[in-house]
């Protein structure tokens, strides 16, 4: 494709998304999801962050990459995410793990799941590919990173953060010069090394890398080659580019999408049971961190028909309230109070039952005089009438997942099993 004076670079560039993972660290909530299609924020599934800032830095080719427990991802990939158009140059591939290269080999690594894909990636003839991990949430415009890897010169160039040093051990950890170049990467150092100047503070991968295509399929095939390779871009690819061409570290702060310039940079891994609640709840704040509400940076996902939220009754004891809290379409809090929680689309709260910091996924149903606090309900579970949670630790411990936080996960199964 030849490229046009001052036109963005983001046209002549693929998204590929990785999205395959489990996210075993949800516990139940990947029992029958992969970790990418996990819901947040009220409407939308994880995933849903990393293709809309595809979308709205303007890259208009996307591939996603899916492996364990497809099922619910595709379909909402299906039925959110197809309105892309080939006659408009635009294009939206869905790739499972199919065993193209050989009958024995699934995915086995992030860089194996690109490599298997080469032949269907030329057929789009770009440029630049902008490889996402598809669980993380966050408002980043790509095409300020495109314009970093171009006037750099680098070989990858690697979407970083600062983040706190004592919880940096789960990243690769990245070490870099005055001019932002790579000088060493270690993936998921058990002591990560300190920023210069900031001895509390890591720069960590945030897996996002841009490559020129044709030089990425080079050392695809070349890693392909390696028996000894684990095949991944954080184990392999990554630091060998480092020890042996030119790696440049790309500062999320200077992409990050805000409403404001006193805003801070805002990214979470939400792939704890604790970071998961805690970042949905904290969007029920008065001006929370992450905004949902900024029409110049929609998060697109899959426009559910619904009638809106109602709420019901006016009696002393029986009012059907929400303070501080997001309500999708199509719930109904009959009679019920609501505080501090998130409610998906579908969920009924029945009279006289209380909750508080709840986290509640579609189609749940609360029964009457149930008291909820600090919880995260799996999808379509059935709360019974009385239901007591929050104010025993101990039994809670013994009925549900109990998070490090105190944070219950309750789920149908464990619902079933308190009869049993």
Same mark, same amino acid.
């Given at each position: 494709?030849?490229?046009?004076?001052?036109?963005?670079?983001?046209?002549?560039?693929?998204?590929?998304?990785? !999205?395959?993972?489990?996210?075993?660290?949800?516990?139940? +909530?990947?029992?029958?999801?992969?970790?990418?299609?996990?819901?947040?924020?009220?409407?939308?599934?994880?995933?849903?962050?990393?293709?809309?800032?595809?979308?709205?830095?303007?890259?208009?080719?996307?591939?996603?990459?899916?492996?364990?427990?497809?099922?619910?991802? /595709?379909?909402?990939?299906?039925?959110?995410?197809?309105?892309?158009?080939?006659?408009?140059?635009?294009?939206?591939?869905?790739?499972?793990?199919?065993?193209?290269?050989?009958?024995?080999?699934?995915?086995? #690594?992030?860089?194996? !799941?690109?490599?298997?894909?080469?032949?269907?990636?030329?057929?789009?003839?770009?440029?630049?590919?902008?490889?996402?991990?598809?669980? $993380?949430?966050?408002?980043?415009?790509?095409? /300020?990173?495109?314009?970093?890897?171009?006037?750099?010169?680098?070989?990858?160039?690697?979407?970083?953060?600062?983040?706190?040093?004592?919880?940096?051990?789960?990243?690769?950890?990245?070490?870099?010069?005055?001019?932002?170049?790579?000088?060493?990467? =270690?993936?998921?150092?058990?002591?990560?090394?300190?920023?210069? #100047?900031?001895?509390?503070?890591?720069?960590?991968?945030?897996?996002?890398?841009?490559? &020129?295509?044709?030089?990425?399929?080079?050392? +695809?095939?070349?890693?392909?080659?390696?028996?000894?390779?684990?095949?991944?871009?954080?184990?392999?690819?990554?630091?060998?580019?480092?020890?042996?061409?030119?790696?440049?570290? $790309?500062?999320?702060?200077?992409?990050?999408?805000?409403?404001?310039?006193?805003?801070?940079?805002?990214?979470?891994?939400?792939?704890?049971? &604790?970071?998961?609640?805690?970042?949905?709840?904290?969007?029920?704040?008065?001006?929370?961190?992450?905004? =949902?509400?900024?029409?110049?940076?929609?998060?697109?996902?899959?426009?559910?028909?619904?009638?809106?939220?109602?709420?019901?009754?006016?009696?002393?004891?029986?009012? #059907?309230?929400?303070?501080?809290?997001? @309500?999708?379409?199509?719930?109904?809090?009959?009679?019920?109070?609501?505080?501090?929680?998130? +409610?998906?689309?579908?969920? $009924?709260?029945?009279?006289?039952?209380? @909750?508080?910091?709840?986290?509640?996924?579609?189609?749940? &149903?609360?029964?009457?005089? !149930?008291?909820?606090?600090?919880?995260?309900?799996?999808? #379509?579970?059935?709360?019974?009438?009385?239901?007591?949670?929050?104010?025993?630790?101990?039994?809670?411990?013994?009925?549900?997942?109990?998070?490090?936080?105190?944070?219950?996960?309750?789920?149908?199964?464990?619902?079933?099993? =308190?009869?049993?």
């Amino acid at each position: 494709m030849r490229a046009v004076a001052n036109e963005p670079l983001a046209r002549h560039a693929l998204a590929f998304v990785l !999205a395959g993972g489990r996210g075993s660290r949800l516990l139940e +909530l990947t029992d029958r999801r992969a970790k990418p299609a996990v819901y947040f924020g009220g409407k939308s599934r994880i995933i849903d962050f990393a293709l809309s800032n595809a979308l709205n830095s303007g890259i208009r080719r996307i591939a996603i990459a899916t492996q364990y427990k497809a099922h619910s991802l /595709i379909r909402h990939l299906q039925m959110g995410w197809n309105f892309f158009r080939p006659e408009r140059n635009e294009s939206f591939d869905i790739l499972p793990a199919s065993q193209r290269v050989s009958e024995t080999m699934w995915y086995v #690594g992030t860089a194996d !799941a690109v490599y298997q894909n080469i032949d269907i990636i030329e057929g789009h003839a770009c440029r630049y590919i902008v490889l996402l991990a598809g669980d $993380h949430v966050y408002k980043m415009d790509y095409e /300020i990173m495109l314009k970093q890897h171009v006037e750099s010169g680098a070989d990858v160039t690697v979407g970083c953060l600062e983040m706190p040093r004592a919880e940096s051990s789960a990243f690769g950890i990245i070490h870099v010069d005055e001019n932002d170049v790579i000088q060493s990467f =270690l993936e998921k150092p058990a002591d990560p090394p300190p920023m210069p #100047g900031k001895p509390d503070k890591s720069l960590a991968s945030m897996g996002i890398y841009v490559f &020129d295509t044709r030089f990425l399929f080079d050392q +695809l095939r070349r890693d392909a080659a390696d028996p000894n390779s684990a095949h991944d871009f954080g184990k392999d690819i990554i630091p060998y580019l480092v020890k042996n061409g030119r790696a440049v570290a $790309h500062q999320f702060s200077r992409s990050c999408v805000r409403t404001g310039s006193d805003r801070p940079s805002y990214w979470r891994d939400v792939g704890t049971v &604790d970071a998961y609640w805690s970042a949905n709840i904290d969007l029920t704040d008065v001006v929370p961190e992450l905004d =949902l509400y900024d029409r110049a940076w929609p998060i697109w996902t899959y426009a559910e028909i619904s009638p809106p939220a109602k709420f019901v009754h006016d009696e002393e004891g029986r009012r #059907g309230e929400a303070v501080t809290s997001l @309500v999708a379409g199509g719930c109904i809090v009959s009679g019920a109070s609501l505080r501090r929680s998130l +409610l998906f689309t579908g969920v $009924h709260l029945h009279s006289h039952a209380r @909750v508080e910091g709840a986290v509640i996924l579609p189609d749940v &149903d609360v029964g009457r005089h !149930a008291r909820l606090k600090n919880v995260v309900i799996d999808r #379509g579970v059935r709360i019974p009438e009385g239901l007591v949670v929050g104010e025993d630790p101990e039994l809670d411990g013994k009925r549900f997942r109990m998070s490090p936080n105190g944070i219950c996960l309750i789920t149908q199964p464990m619902i079933d099993g =308190l009869n049993a």
